[in-house]
């Protein structure tokens, strides 16, 4: 009989184990995934994003929730949450500059920061609850808030007038050689007086003595024409 009593006892100790591992594995059945680490300048808005997976419907029940610690250390503080609406902080340094930029119907839970401050620098992290999904993975991302160059700073009035004004410089300049090279060409011209070639010359001499040649005979030919008719 006790025998058959540990029996029928490990008999039913096995169903209750698969339930025990059903269990857990429902209740991580929400997966959150988030950028684990995010670079930002100051004063240029940041985007910290946030995407989760829920086996279950989404509902009015639906939390979301942003957490804060700073780098230097200190106790984690709540900068967001969400069920329904937005509900920014409105207290501490990320006062008024919180946005809801996520969309839980299509799992995203991101969120934005405006004008970001090296201070701001820290490990946020996003959590997120649809019941009876409530437990899941705790991804944390790093935030990490710097000044940039000079050489990067333009803006987008900046790149306009570039794009704009450049191809008419270029025109500009290419007018400005063109021009350069043709005033060139005629004090080279007038340096050198338009000097003819020997060549030229001889040709010039050649045609200048047969002209004057032709017409000599022509005039001579006239005379001798008058002498000979009769008075």
Request: hydrophobic residues 40%; positive net charge.
């Amino acid at each position: 009989m006790r025998g058959g009593g540990a029996a029928a006892a490990g008999g039913l100790l096995l169903p209750r184990g698969a339930l025990i591992l059903l269990g857990i594995c429902n209740a991580f059945s929400l997966d959150i995934k988030a950028s684990s680490k995010v670079r930002a300048f100051v004063g240029e808005k940041v985007l910290l994003s946030c995407t989760f997976k829920s086996i279950s419907p989404i509902t009015e029940s639906l939390t979301v929730d942003w957490t804060y610690r700073p780098l230097t250390g200190g106790h984690m503080e709540t900068i967001f949450h969400y069920q329904s609406v937005a509900y920014p902080t409105t207290v501490g340094k990320f006062k008024d500059r919180i946005s809801w930029v996520g969309n839980v119907a299509k799992g995203d839970a991101s969120i934005a920061i405006q004008s970001p401050m090296m201070s701001d620098n820290g490990t946020f992290i996003c959590s997120v609850k649809n019941p009876p999904d409530v437990y899941h993975n705790i991804p944390q991302t790093v935030l990490i808030v710097t000044e940039r160059g000079l050489s990067f700073q333009l803006t987008s009035a900046v790149l306009l007038s570039i794009l704009v004004f450049l191809p008419s410089i270029i025109v500009v300049i290419l007018m400005l050689v063109r021009l350069g090279r043709k005033s060139g060409l005629l004090k080279e011209k007038k340096k050198s007086g338009c000097k003819k070639s020997s060549i030229e010359v001889s040709d010039e001499s050649e045609h200048t003595d047969t002209c004057s040649g032709r017409l000599k005979a022509w005039c001579l030919n006239c005379v001798d024409t008058d002498e000979e008719e009769p008075y």
